[in-house]
């Protein structure tokens, strides 16, 4: 099951997607939807219910509430949530082309949310960046929060998976003693292009990853190559801190950044970027 969010009438609201369609979720729900976290409550039969009735739509032609995919804009599955933790050199391949050793524990930063962007959207150039460069991520979306949760149990805190563009200012990465500005530029984490229910992806640890700038692949790998996996990354970020619904973990990016090229390749105003993640989508943004 895919849940989305899309703007109709000004303002944006949940939705199911069938295949290539989209079905609101407000007049299945009785109720205005405007965020998916309280979806990420329901428990398994009340959403089977939900996709059920959104499919039974959606197979009528000319349904009310039903629109076509292509023809909406979509906004971020998640909008603000609690907390996005970034996971640093989480992949072999990136972690040998910085010429780092692969980390004993995970690498841990934030990002902050209004850092968060619609796909589709512009990524927006900051006028105090020369080096803005790309990342394409397998994105973790909680769903029941918790804390100190046990790796065998973590599973039944994800409710599913996104693609994140964990954008960062390279110049300011290195100017500051930590990462925290020049990876929370605002438009720095465009999210989509919506929320693949974990059901529908049983292993996230064998999807091909790859990213394209204006159509040439610069990224291109598996998350077979994460070091740590998303058990064991719940599990340790919950022994410090407590995950919420809709707290993002972005896992990591493979091999292929921009700055790791020789010559070194950075965002320009009028450049598309676009992430696949099988089983999950595209995320595309162009950069302004
Ligand atoms: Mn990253």
């Given at each position: 099951?895919?849940?989305?969010?899309?703007?109709?009438?000004?303002?944006?609201?949940?939705?199911?997607?069938?295949?290539?369609?989209?079905?609101d979720a407000e007049p299945l729900l009785g109720a205005p939807a405007p965020r998916l976290e309280p979806l990420l409550a329901l428990d398994g039969?009340?959403?089977r219910a939900l996709r059920a009735a959104a499919a039974d739509l959606g197979s009528r032609?000319?349904?009310?509430?039903?629109?076509?995919l292509d023809q909406v804009t979509l906004a971020p599955p998640i909008?603000?949530?609690?907390?996005?933790?970034?996971?640093?050199?989480?992949y072999r391949d990136h972690a040998l082309e910085q010429g780092s050793e692969p980390p004993a524990a995970p690498m841990i930063f934030a990002k902050y949310v209004t850092a968060i962007l619609a796909p589709g959207a512009a990524i927006r150039l900051p006028a105090d960046s020369a080096e803005v460069d790309y990342e394409a991520e397998l994105c973790v979306v909680i769903?029941?929060?918790?804390?100190r949760i046990p790796e065998a149990s973590a599973f039944d805190h994800v409710a599913g998976y996104t693609i994140i563009n964990d954008v960062t200012a390279r110049d300011m990465q290195r100017a500051d003693k930590q990462f925290t500005r020049g990876k929370s530029c605002d438009t720095f984490a465009p999210l989509g292009p919506w929320?693949?229910?974990?059901?529908?992806?049983?292993d996230p640890h064998r999807l091909a990853i790859s990213l394209t700038l204006n159509g040439r692949t610069m990224?291109?790998?598996?998350t077979s190559q994460l070091i740590f996996?998303?058990?064991?990354?719940?599990?340790y970020l919950s022994r410090t801190m407590t995950l919420e619904t809709g707290d993002l973990i972005a896992t990591g990016t493979p091999g292929g950044v921009g700055a790791a090229r020789k010559p070194p390749v950075f965002l320009k105003r009028g450049d598309a970027v676009a992430i696949t993640i099988e089983g999950i989508g595209t995320l595309a943004n162009r950069v302004e």
């Open positions: 099951m895919i849940l989305c969010r899309f703007v109709e009438a000004g303002r944006p609201r949940a939705g199911i997607v069938i295949g290539d369609r989209v079905a039969t009340r959403l032609a000319g349904a009310r509430g039903v629109y076509r909008e603000r949530p609690g907390k996005i933790i970034c996971v640093g050199l989480n769903g029941k929060g918790g804390y929320l693949i229910l974990r059901e529908a992806l049983p990224q291109s790998s598996n996996g998303v058990p064991y990354l719940v599990s």
